[in-house]
C-alpha cells in the first residue's frame, strides 16, 4: 500500500517537472529571414537554405516554422545554429501539412454541434443549432432530431479545429542552451522547381559564323516565394534513390569558375554549377528567364550528309529503279574560347535564325543539344538541303556463296545552288566487308561506317569522273557518281 501511496504522489510532481521546462510555441515568418539561397536542378527538384534569426528562453521549445515550401521533402530537412552551433539541438521534429480547406474543416465537424445561418420566405437570416452527422457525398446535418440533407445557408464553425494550418509548417521541439539569439540555418529539398536552357544562334550571309547566345528558364510550382535570394543551377543528371529519394548534399571542391555576363560557371563535382552573381526573386507559380551567356561571331561549319542508314540493302536484290534520299543540313560550332565560347553549355533547345534579303531574321530549324563540356563539338541538324538531290540506285548484285554478296551501289547527287558543297555520304556496312571498287575515296569513320566526302559543283555541260564516262548534267545543276562494290557477307555468318 505503501508503494501504491508514493507513486500516486510522484506522478503530479514529474508532470509539473515536464511541464515547467517545456517553453511556450514561438513563431518564425518570413518576417525573420535574413537570407535565402536556392539551388535549382534539371530534375524537378530544388534546394533551399533559409537563414532566419530566432531567439529562445533557456530550456526546452517549441518552434513554429512557417513559409517553407509546399512540396518540401521532410525527411531531408536539416537544421543549425550558424552563430552558436553548440547551444542548440533539436529533439524532435514535425512537419503538418494537413491545410484549411472548406472540406477539412466540415469534416474536422462530423459529430459535431454547429450552427447554421438560414434564409427565411422574406431573406431575412435566423441561426439554428445544429449537429453535423456526416460530410460524404454532402452534408446532412440533424436540426430538432430530424436529418437535413443540405440547406439554403451557411454555416458557422464555434472555433478553428487543432491540427490544421493555414500553410505546411515545420514544427520542431528543440533545446535551448544560450541566451542569446541563434542565427538558424533550415535546409530542405523541395519538388517543384526546375530549369532548362535556351539558346538562339543567327547566322550570317555566308552561314560561316554566327552569334550565340543562351538563356535559362526557371520554374517554380514549389509552393513558396524565395525574396532576394541567392540562385544557383546545377548542370547534370543527379541520381536519386527510388524509394527514400534522398540527395546527399556534401560539400565539395570547386574548381576555378569562369565569368559568363550574370553566371560563374564552376565544375562541381561530376556536374557543373552556375552561380547568378545577383539576387533575384523567385515567386510561387512563376517561370523566370535569365541571361547565360553571350558571344559574337561564332565560327561555323555548315554540313552537308546523306545518311544511307541500316546497311541490310546490301544482302538483297533491288528492284526499284531509283530511291530518293534526303540530304540533311547540319552546323557544326567549337565550345572553346578560341570561338568566343569555352562555358560548359547545359542540355537544351538551340533554335537558329538568319536574316532575309530584306533583312528580317526568320527561322532556320531547331536542335536539341545535351550538356557539352568546353572544347567539345556542337552538331545541330538544321533540316533538309532543298537545291541538292541524292537518288541511289542498285547497279549489280551477286550471291557469291550462302552468306557472301557482292552488290553495286550508284549514288548520284545534283546541286543547283550557286556554289559548289562538299557532301558527305555515309554508309552503314554491316559484318565483314571490302570495297572493290570506287569512283571517290572513302573514310572509314567506324566498323561499320563508310564516308565519301564529294565535292559537287554547279557547272553546264559534261563532267568527267576518274575510271568512268561523261555524265550528262540537267539544265540547273551537274551530277557527281559514286559507285562501289562491297562484299558483304550475311548477319548469320
Known amino acids: 500500500m505503501m508503494a501504491m501511496r508514493i507513486t500516486a504522489l510522484m506522478l503530479p510532481i514529474l508532470l509539473l517537472a515536464c511541464g515547467g521546462a517545456m517553453g ?25 537554405k533559409d537563414v532566419r534569426e530566432v531567439r529562445f528562453p533557456v530550456g526546452t521549445n517549441v518552434l513554429r516554422f512557417a513559409d517553407v515550401a509546399s512540396a518540401i ?13 553548440g547551444g ?39 441561426a439554428v443549432d445544429a449537429k453535423l452527422i456526416s460530410t460524404a457525398n454532402g452534408n446532412v446535418f440533424e436540426i430538432d432530431g430530424e436529418l437535413h440533407l443540405g440547406f439554403n445557408g451557411r454555416v458557422v464553425l464555434p472555433e478553428l479545429p487543432e491540427n490544421l494550418v493555414d500553410r505546411p509548417t515545420l514544427f520542431w521541439l528543440l533545446k535551448n542552451r544560450t541566451a542569446k539569439a541563434h542565427r538558424m540555418e533550415v535546409s530542405y529539398l523541395t ?11 543567327v547566322l550570317d550571309k555566308k552561314d560561316q559564323k554566327g552569334d550565340f547566345n543562351g538563356w ?36 565539395m571542391r570547386m574548381a576555378k569558375a569562369e ?57 538483297s536484290r533491288r528492284y526499284n529503279q531509283v530511291q530518293k534520299q534526303d540530304v540533311g543540313v547540319f552546323v557544326e560550332i567549337r565550345n572553346d ?3 568566343g565560347l569555352g562555358i560548359a553549355l547545359p542540355k537544351g533547345i538551340v533554335r537558329v535564325f538568319k536574316k532575309d534579303s530584306a533583312g528580317q531574321l526568320q527561322f532556320v530549324g531547331e536542335d536539341n543539344i545535351d550538356h557539352t563540356p568546353r572544347d567539345e563539338k556542337v552538331k545541330l541538324k538544321i533540316g533538309t538541303a532543298f537545291d541538292i538531290v ?30 559548289a558543297v562538299t557532301v558527305a555520304v555515309d554508309e552503314i556496312i554491316n559484318g565483314d566487308w571490302e570495297i572493290l571498287q570506287q569512283s571517290h575515296s572513302h573514310q572509314k569513320v567506324t566498323a561499320f561506317l563508310v564516308r565519301f566526302p564529294v565535292k559537287v559543283t554547279r557547272r553546264r555541260g559534261h563532267v568527267e569522273l576518274p575510271g568512268e564516262g561523261p555524265i550528262l548534267t540537267n539544265a540547273f545543276g551537274i551530277a557527281d557518281r559514286i559507285l562501289w562494290a562491297a562484299i558483304q557477307p550475311s548477319p548469320g555468318e
Open 216 to 251: 535559362v528558364t526557371i520554374n517554380n510550382t514549389s509552393g513558396a516565394t524565395y525574396n532576394n535570394a541567392a540562385l544557383k543551377l546545377v548542370a547534370g543528371e543527379i541520381h536519386r534513390a527510388e524509394q527514400a529519394e534522398r540527395l546527399a548534399l556534401d560539400t
Open 337 to 339: 574560347k578560341e570561338s
Open 191 to 201: 519538388g517543384g522547381m526546375n530549369w532548362r536552357s535556351d539558346y538562339v544562334m
Open 24 to 48: 511556450e510555441e514561438l513563431s518564425s515568418g518570413i518576417q525573420d529571414q535574413q537570407e535565402v539561397q536556392v539551388t535549382v536542378y534539371n530534375s524537378n527538384l530544388g534546394l533551399v
Open 88 to 126: 542548440l539541438s533539436v529533439l524532435e521534429q514535425n512537419y503538418e501539412y494537413d491545410l484549411i480547406s472548406h472540406q477539412k474543416l466540415m469534416e474536422k465537424y462530423v459529430g459535431k454541434k454547429i450552427k447554421l445561418i438560414m434564409r427565411g420566405e422574406n431573406l431575412e437570416e435566423k
Open 259 to 315: 565569368e559568363s555576363p550574370q553566371f560563374a560557371e564552376e565544375a562541381f563535382f561530376e556536374y557543373h554549377l552556375y552561380t547568378l552573381e545577383r539576387k533575384t526573386t523567385l515567386k510561387n507559380n512563376q517561370t523566370k528567364q535569365v541571361s547565360l551567356l553571350s558571344a559574337d561571331a561564332v565560327p561555323v561549319r555548315k554540313l552537308f550528309v546523306v545518311d544511307g542508314g541500316g546497311g541490310g540493302y546490301w544482302f
Open 390 to 419: 541524292a537518288e541511289r540506285k542498285q547497279t549489280d548484285f551477286r550471291k557469291i556463296s550462302r552468306n557472301v554478296y557482292e552488290s553495286a551501289y550508284e549514288v548520284v547527287l545534283r546541286n543547283h545552288k550557286d556554289e
Open 73 to 85: 521533402d521532410p525527411t531531408s530537412v536539416h537544421i543549425k545554429s550558424l552563430n552558436e552551433p
